[in-house]
């Protein structure tokens, strides 16, 4: 069975970070990229970054830059998303993706940023 996992969200006050997880189960993802999205309710899918297969190259939306690193493990079959200086507006469920000719997505992982 093919799973995308996320993990790493919570709670978290304004100006602080989260480090989140998405880790892939029953596929091998190491020639396909990964990324994120994210979902503020009452709000369309947003594009958060992707990274390539090989790690080497990132693509993250640039007004999220600087605050927002995606990443991924040595394993390769694991994306990360390093977020800082949050904010409210930070406030949605994250979601990972994948592209093999299947579009694959996680199962979400709610941030919240609020004091």
């Known amino acids: 069975q093919v799973q995308f996992e996320e993990s790493g969200g919570g709670l978290v006050q304004p100006g602080g970070s989260l480090r989140l997880s998405c880790t892939a189960s029953?596929?091998?993802?190491?020639?396909?990229?990964m990324g994120w999205y994210r979902q503020a309710d009452g709000k369309q899918r947003e594009f958060i970054a992707v990274?390539?297969?090989?790690?080497?190259?990132?693509y993250h939306v640039d007004a999220l830059k600087g605050r927002f690193t995606i990443s991924r493990g040595n394993a390769k079959n694991t994306v990360y998303l390093q977020m800082s200086s949050l904010e409210p507006e930070d406030t949605a469920v994250y979601y990972c993706y994948c592209v093999t000719p299947t579009l694959y997505w996680g199962q979400g992982t709610q941030v919240t940023v609020s004091a």
């Open positions: 029953g596929i091998d993802v190491d020639s396909y990229n």
């Open positions: 990274i390539t297969d090989d790690g080497r190259a990132v």
